[in-house]
């Protein structure tokens, strides 16, 4: 797995993305500490730190676009497949290199909390909490990019598919004011999850009937809640929403307010991702 890491790692150096991404991020934090902390002589960093995630939607695309689907195009995948690596190491090399040249961007950026502390007081804790989000962030972002790597064999419908379904993350919480919330079509965005879940379960388990038997028994427990009262589903959409919007779990990190299950709830996303990942290839292998 590291020597996976480690070659995909130099090769983002060996060509422009790597320097490009670091020059970008830094570009941008800076300019975000000079209008924050030094015009305003403001000293929380925080506020930096949630003001240029937005570098991820347009970052994440490039760092993860070549990881599968070059491989594909110039069809060396198959000298993957039949190396002595699993595919779990496989996947888990690539997708550690590129949320490594993440992490290197962001430790460079630690000398901005720096300067304030040097000149005036840092909240820590808030800065710390804001870093532990801005991290999870990325390794969320990276797991999704990784992902939609595998599902094409062209580096540039991967960086734009990538940059969309990032951008619905970003504004997944603006579709609670799009979105009917009235009892009835709660109901029906719960069956939509249902057979969700049911899908999941079934493309991770290739068993029809583990996938179908979890999709109908949330789906018949749906029904008899919605039949007993369904007052209970009244503004449900919103809730759900809410509830998986990682947008407003990693927001949470921003505001100083450090939870443990924000935490599991960033690291199970990402995890979901890279499985999704590894099952896909698994599938790619043996055909």
Same mark, same amino acid.
């Given at each position: 797995m590291m020597t996976i890491a480690k070659k995909e790692l130099r090769g983002y150096f060996n060509s422009m993305i790597g320097f490009v991404f670091l020059v970008i991020m830094l570009g941008i934090t800076g300019i975000s500490f000079a209008l924050f &902390?030094?015009?305003q002589q403001y000293g929380s960093f925080q506020q930096v730190l949630s003001s240029t995630t937005i570098v991820y939607l347009f970052l994440t695309?490039? $760092? $993860? *676009?070549r990881l599968f689907a070059e491989e594909a195009r110039q069809k060396t995948d198959q *000298? =993957? #497949? $039949? /190396?002595? =690596? /699993?595919?779990v190491q496989i996947v888990l090399g690539k997708y550690f290199a590129a949320l490594g040249l993440i992490l290197i961007g962001t430790a460079v950026t630690i000398m901005f909390p720096l300067m304030i502390a040097r000149y005036g007081? *840092?909240?820590t804790g808030q800065i710390v909490s804001g870093y532990i989000g801005y991290i999870l %962030?990325?390794?969320?972002?990276t797991a999704i990019g990784t992902f939609i790597s595998t599902l094409t064999d062209n580096q540039i419908i991967s960086a734009i598919i990538t940059f969309v379904v990032l951008f619905v993350l970003m504004i997944f919480d603006s579709l609670t004011q799009v979105i009917p919330t009235t009892a009835t079509a709660s109901f029906i965005f719960i069956i939509a999850v249902a057979l969700a879940i049911g899908w999941i379960i079934y493309n991770g388990t290739k068993n029809v009937f583990a996938g179908a !038997? +979890? @999709?109908? +028994?949330?789906?018949? @427990? @749906? %029904? +008899?809640?919605? =039949? @007993? &009262?369904n007052l209970l589903f009244d503004g449900l959409t919103t809730k759900v929403i809410q509830w998986f919007s990682i947008m407003t779990r990693n927001g &949470? #990190?921003?505001? !100083?307010? #450090?939870?443990?299950s924000d935490v599991v709830y960033h690291i199970t996303f990402a995890a979901l991702f890279v499985y999704l990942t590894v099952n896909g290839l698994q599938k790619r292998r043996w055909k």
């Open positions: &902390n030094v015009a695309p490039i $760092t $993860t *676009m *000298m =993957l #497949f $039949t /190396s002595p =690596l /699993s595919i007081t *840092m909240p %962030l990325a390794a969320c972002y !038997g +979890v @999709a109908a +028994v949330c789906i018949i @427990a @749906a %029904l +008899v809640c919605y =039949l @007993a &009262n &949470n #990190f921003f505001a !100083g307010v #450090f939870k443990i």
